[in-house]
């Protein structure tokens, strides 16, 4: 069992930045693929990025250029920074880890990402 605890969500404006936070609670961190994820009310949850074990990422097409993925074994951690935000990633974003992309995911709680107009 592997628990997440996001952190950093907030309202900004729009053009500004944002850093999310994953904790995670296992020791094989490094292990597992990462990810996050975003969801509005009434939409399907979107990816937003990953980053594998060995360190691929791949972002959704909405954030590319804008948004950054990064892991920290050392800490357990998962980090998202948001930079030049729009009111359109308004959203919960929600940390995911998986041991493969095949296998099942360990989600957070999520957090609220408001960004105003």
């Known amino acids: 069992q592997v628990q997440l605890v996001e952190s950093g969500g907030g309202l900004v404006q729009a053009g500004g930045s944002l850093t999310l936070s994953c904790a995670a609670s296992t020791n094989i961190f490094s292990r597992y693929i990462m990810g996050w994820y975003r969801q509005t009310p009434g939409k399907q949850r979107e990816l937003v990025a990953t980053?594998?074990?060995?360190?691929?990422?791949n972002y959704g097409d909405s954030v590319k250029g804008r948004f950054t993925i990064a892991r920290d074994n050392a800490k357990k951690t998962l980090l998202l920074q948001m930079n030049s935000l729009k009111p359109e990633d308004t959203a919960v974003y929600y940390c995911n880890a998986r041991l493969t992309f095949l296998t099942n995911a360990y989600w957070g709680q999520g957090t609220q990402v408001t960004v105003s107009s």
């Open positions: 980053i594998t074990a060995g360190g691929t990422i």
